[in-house]
């Protein structure tokens, strides 16, 4: 373990994410009208999603937690699978086969495995876990049936419900949406059945396994180990420690490159793992941990020191010279220059924008939905192309993603009678006047709720649910964090940018249309920093404005962009152009509609109530524009954020 494996030992060779040599776990396939409509599934881990594609179009994908409020909702995503058909028009016996993101039999027999290896020390986790499984995870299958025939009223015949491997649900969510006929696949996370790291050739519909890497060693794995030790939360704040990184030096990763994961030059890894406690325990790390590291984990919620800033940083510059060597010895294996992401790791921006900055790839796709949610989408792609959906849209030099904007929308209708019901003060205005309201109302430094159109698919807010400001007011980032989202005041915030005018704000060389992507703020826009910051460090970074845009400028001076086209979002679009016309700036703060532990709204009910509760200025719900000071009074709860779980 720790070494390359073939592929073909994990599956055979892949067409449209099933084996040639052998059919995927589940029922018998039944072959549908080229491709016929397929439901992806993902869940029972966290993230749980649900996606629709018919003939490899894809029609609807959206996360649970968006419909049950809680975050990172790992059940059966009954709620979003039910979406999915009603936007598509289908019931559930009308579907050719619902495809499940990863094989449960197969996990179980890794999950047995690494208990019975680490055995009498992993018996307190055993014991724990194995109820779990024995009651329902390891009949994941029979499971989904059982929902499937819930949803239908009891219609019968179901369709099949067939498992796909975890990576191969990721591989073809990474490639399968991409604009590219042809490009290597590069799959990096902390655990599926057994692979953590994947390499694919993606050709056509064809996606071919070349190696992978198994748990227990896995670079997903050590970010957490080292999100929990910095006192986050394991799969929730690693996108935390991500943005901790800048405020510190990376001195511990000479030590982290000799003590804990041993790096070969093709990118291939062995963890020591007599320094982690994930295997066997109930925790990421334990004593070996501290006393590599000068003590015991920050406490959650207590205060950053320079341990944690530093930590921060040093985890982050292994894992990108990690995935960067991945991401070559892919390209070199495929003989490819354009290059597909996906899995949780492929979620850091920053190393992202290394690939491109340092030259590994010409091209670079990044699946929005990069996590386990990704993953319902990808099997429900994977399935239709095996079943002869055609792949398309590569041909036009698209992808098949929509904007990512997949989830359910509210027309002018249901919003006027949700804004009468709630007896709430609104206009209606044509988009001409919408917009240039909205960017007058942005520029005197007023911050936006707003929401637009159909919800975004994944983690990031895209200019559909989405809070805006202006960047260019020094104070909009710590107002934003403190008295909006109610999060960490080192949060940085991601800039939304007109596509044609990014090359004139930030260092880019290509669109980033999905926010995956960190570059540098251009160096027209940026700013000196006087004598008087020499001495400064850690949060006390965040004093120095560092552009002409500091709200959205992170003290390294990086932003993790967005850029916007009319194609992908017209209103976004036209909302920063008016914008860009009014202030001669093409750029606003977006950041994601909710507070801190809070799904992202979906319903204009859900934008009202955040609105409200929070220091939003205006609220736009499609034509209707909302003012703070013109709603009636509300009742509100003082602990309404006690209810609210930390993230």
Known sequence: MGTWRDGR?????WTGGRPVDGRPTGDPGREGPSGGPVLGISAYYHDSAAALVRDGVVLAAAQEERFSRRRHDPSFPEQAAAYCLREAGLRPDELSAVAFYEDPALKFRRVMATWLATAPHGFPVFRRAFPQWA?????ALDDVRTRLRALSGGTEPLPPVVAHRHHASHAASAFLPSPYLSAAVLCVDGVGEWATTTLWHGRGTELLPLAELRFPHSLGL???AFTYFCGFKVDSGEYKLMGLAPYGTPRWAPLIRERLI???PDGSFRLDLRRFAFPYGLTMTGRAFEELFGGPRRTPEGPLTQREFDLAASVQ???EEVVARLARTALERTGERRLCLAGGVALNCVANGRLLDDGVCDELW????AGDAGGALGAALAESHARGAPRTHPRHGTDAMAGALLGPGYD??????FLERAGCAAVRLPERELVARVAAELAEGKVVGWFQGRMEFGPRALGNRSILADPRDPGTQSTLNLKTKFRESFRPFAPAVLAKDAKDWFDLTGESPYMLLTARVAA????ACGPETAGLTGLDLLRVPRSTIPAVTHVDGSARVQTVTAEHNARFHALLTAFRDRTGCPVLVNTSFNVRGEPIVRTPAEAYTCFMRTHIDLLVLGDFVLNKHDQPKRQEEDNWRADIPTD
């Open 9 to 13: 030992r994990f599956g055979g060779r």
């Open 262 to 264: 041993d790096i070969k």
């Open 524 to 527: 027209a826009r940026r700013r």
């Open 222 to 224: 050590l970010y957490s």
């Open 317 to 319: 510059a292994v894992t």
């Open 412 to 417: 002018a209708g249901e919003i006027a009678e």
């Open 135 to 139: 009651g329902g995870k390891r009949h």
């Open 366 to 369: 990044v699946q929005p939905a």
